[in-house]
Protein backbone atom coordinates (compact mmCIF):
# COMPACT_ATOMS: atom_id res chain seq x y z
CA UNK A 1 0.00 0.00 0.00
CA UNK A 2 1.46 3.47 -1.04
CA UNK A 3 1.02 6.30 1.67
CA UNK A 4 2.15 10.17 0.89
CA UNK A 5 3.59 12.17 3.12
CA UNK A 6 4.03 15.35 2.54
CA UNK A 7 6.50 17.75 4.25
CA UNK A 8 7.81 20.87 4.10
CA UNK A 9 5.00 23.81 5.49
CA UNK A 10 5.31 26.48 7.98
CA UNK A 11 4.86 30.13 8.23
CA UNK A 12 6.65 32.33 6.60
CA UNK A 13 6.91 36.07 5.69
CA UNK A 14 5.21 37.82 2.28
CA UNK A 15 8.12 37.14 -0.42
CA UNK A 16 9.32 34.37 1.48
CA UNK A 17 10.25 30.91 0.13
CA UNK A 18 9.19 27.48 1.38
CA UNK A 19 9.74 23.94 -0.03
CA UNK A 20 6.90 21.12 -0.01
CA UNK A 21 8.07 17.61 0.00
CA UNK A 22 5.81 14.67 -1.13
CA UNK A 23 7.13 11.02 -0.25
CA UNK A 24 5.95 7.91 -1.65
CA UNK A 25 5.86 5.16 1.14
CA UNK A 26 5.74 1.70 -0.39
CA UNK A 27 6.92 2.26 -3.94
CA UNK A 28 10.08 2.24 -5.33
CA UNK A 29 10.99 2.34 -9.44
CA UNK A 30 9.36 4.29 -11.57
CA UNK A 31 7.58 7.19 -10.78
CA UNK A 32 3.70 8.02 -10.34
CA UNK A 33 1.77 11.16 -12.22
CA UNK A 34 2.01 13.52 -9.15
CA UNK A 35 0.19 16.61 -8.59
CA UNK A 36 -0.11 19.43 -6.24
CA UNK A 37 -3.10 21.07 -4.66
CA UNK A 38 -4.01 23.33 -2.15
CA UNK A 39 -7.41 24.47 0.04
CA UNK A 40 -7.73 27.81 1.73
CA UNK A 41 -10.12 28.06 4.65
CA UNK A 42 -13.96 28.65 3.04
CA UNK A 43 -12.40 27.83 -0.75
CA UNK A 44 -12.60 25.16 -3.16
CA UNK A 45 -10.05 22.59 -3.78
CA UNK A 46 -7.13 24.58 -5.90
CA UNK A 47 -4.83 22.71 -8.56
CA UNK A 48 -1.47 23.92 -8.20
CA UNK A 49 1.11 21.64 -10.20
CA UNK A 50 1.34 18.36 -11.26
CA UNK A 51 4.19 16.33 -13.08
CA UNK A 52 3.98 12.70 -15.30
CA UNK A 53 5.73 10.10 -15.05
CA UNK A 54 7.37 11.03 -18.00
CA UNK A 55 8.14 14.61 -16.66
CA UNK A 56 5.18 16.50 -18.04
CA UNK A 57 4.61 19.26 -15.89
CA UNK A 58 1.29 21.99 -15.47
CA UNK A 59 1.23 24.59 -13.45
CA UNK A 60 -1.93 26.44 -12.36
CA UNK A 61 -2.20 30.02 -13.06
CA UNK A 62 -1.93 31.67 -10.05
CA UNK A 63 1.37 29.97 -9.35
CA UNK A 64 3.33 29.90 -12.59
CA UNK A 65 6.40 31.58 -12.46
CA UNK A 66 7.04 31.39 -8.82
CA UNK A 67 6.38 27.56 -8.12
CA UNK A 68 8.55 24.87 -9.40
CA UNK A 69 7.67 21.24 -9.34
CA UNK A 70 10.22 18.78 -9.69
CA UNK A 71 11.28 14.90 -9.29
CA UNK A 72 13.92 13.43 -7.08
CA UNK A 73 16.60 11.21 -8.93
CA UNK A 74 14.97 8.38 -6.70
CA UNK A 75 11.52 8.97 -8.37
CA UNK A 76 10.00 7.95 -5.38
CA UNK A 77 9.72 11.86 -3.74
CA UNK A 78 8.50 15.26 -5.77
CA UNK A 79 9.47 18.44 -4.12
CA UNK A 80 7.69 21.70 -4.84
CA UNK A 81 9.69 25.06 -4.23
CA UNK A 82 7.64 28.08 -3.71
CA UNK A 83 9.17 31.36 -4.18
CA UNK A 84 7.69 34.44 -3.97
CA UNK A 85 4.82 33.66 -1.69
CA UNK A 86 1.88 35.59 -1.11
CA UNK A 87 -0.69 35.92 1.76
CA UNK A 88 -3.52 34.11 -0.89
CA UNK A 89 -0.72 31.33 -0.91
CA UNK A 90 -2.12 30.59 2.22
CA UNK A 91 -3.47 27.10 2.47
CA UNK A 92 -3.32 23.33 2.97
CA UNK A 93 -1.57 21.96 0.53
CA UNK A 94 -1.66 18.29 -0.40
CA UNK A 95 -0.14 15.92 -3.03
CA UNK A 96 -2.18 13.15 -4.42
CA UNK A 97 -1.12 10.55 -6.82
CA UNK A 98 -2.70 8.69 -9.58
CA UNK A 99 -2.02 5.14 -8.35
CA UNK A 100 -5.24 2.78 -9.72
CA UNK A 101 -6.86 5.07 -11.69
CA UNK A 102 -6.79 7.97 -13.96
CA UNK A 103 -7.34 10.14 -11.62
CA UNK A 104 -5.90 11.33 -8.59
CA UNK A 105 -7.39 8.72 -6.25
CA UNK A 106 -4.47 8.81 -3.65
CA UNK A 107 -3.98 11.61 -1.23
CA UNK A 108 -1.44 12.63 1.56
CA UNK A 109 -2.38 14.04 4.61
CA UNK A 110 -1.74 17.82 4.25
CA UNK A 111 0.77 20.35 5.36
CA UNK A 112 -0.34 23.60 6.08
CA UNK A 113 1.31 27.23 4.97
CA UNK A 114 0.94 30.11 5.78
CA UNK A 115 2.09 33.25 4.50
CA UNK A 116 2.29 36.53 6.52
CA UNK A 117 1.95 40.22 4.95
Known amino acids: QVQLIESGGGLVQAGGSLRLSCAASGRTGSGLDTAWFRQAPGKAREFVSSISWSNIIYYGDSVKGRFTISRDNTRSRVDLQMNSLKPEDTAVYYC???????????WGQGTQVTVSP
Open 96 to 106: AVKLRSNDWDT
